[in-house]
């Protein structure tokens, strides 16, 4: 009875996740790379650390249900790496102690486009202003 019910409560609350407004997330950099060159995009890069309780809190709150959501998704390319991950992103230019981090990066010219989010900066209000300043 319990495991129907477990079941049960899985498949109603699995349309609301799937229809949830979030980030599309890559979770390779270079592929995330390559696409962003071909699409002509900028990249969006969240680094975070593993079992970070600050990092899926961010995720959830600011990554979730707001109207930037679509702004990111169209406009740019995102992509999530692991600080202690096993596949490569190039450390030396996301560098950071703070986790997690938000750098927004013109592919075109290797450049940031504003300066990095660390931690508890990344918040919705200042999420919309960066991407209303950054020229998409």
Same mark, same amino acid.
């Given at each position: 009875?319990?495991?129907?019910?477990k079941y049960?409560?899985l498949?109603?609350l699995?349309p609301?996740?799937?229809?949830? !407004? =979030?980030?599309?997330w890559?979770g390779?950099?270079? #592929?995330a790379?390559?696409?962003?060159?071909?699409q002509?995009?900028? @990249?969006?890069?969240?680094?975070v650390?593993k079992?970070?309780?600050m990092?899926?809190?961010?995720?959830?709150q600011?990554?979730m !249900? =707001?109207p930037?959501i679509?702004?990111?998704?169209d #406009?740019?390319i995102?992509v999530?790496v692991?600080y202690?991950?096993k @596949?490569s992103y190039p450390v030396?230019?996301?560098?950071?102690?703070?986790f997690?981090t938000?750098?927004?990066?013109d592919t075109k010219?290797?450049?940031?486009?504003y300066e990095?989010l660390?931690?508890e900066r990344i918040?919705n209000?200042?999420?919309?202003?960066? @991407?209303?300043?950054?020229n998409l």
């Open positions: 009875m319990v495991k129907q019910l049960f409560l498949l109603l699995l609301l996740w799937l229809l949830a !407004n =979030h980030v599309h890559m390779d950099y270079d #592929k790379l390559q696409l962003a060159h071909k002509n995009k900028p @990249l969006v890069v969240l680094v650390k079992d970070s309780k990092c899926n809190k961010i995720l959830h600011q990554f !249900n =707001h930037y679509d702004t990111i998704n #406009k740019m995102a999530m692991t202690e991950g @596949l030396e230019m996301y560098y950071t102690t703070i997690p938000l750098f927004f990066v010219r290797e450049i940031f486009m990095p660390y931690g918040e209000n200042i999420l919309e202003n960066v @991407l209303s300043h950054i």
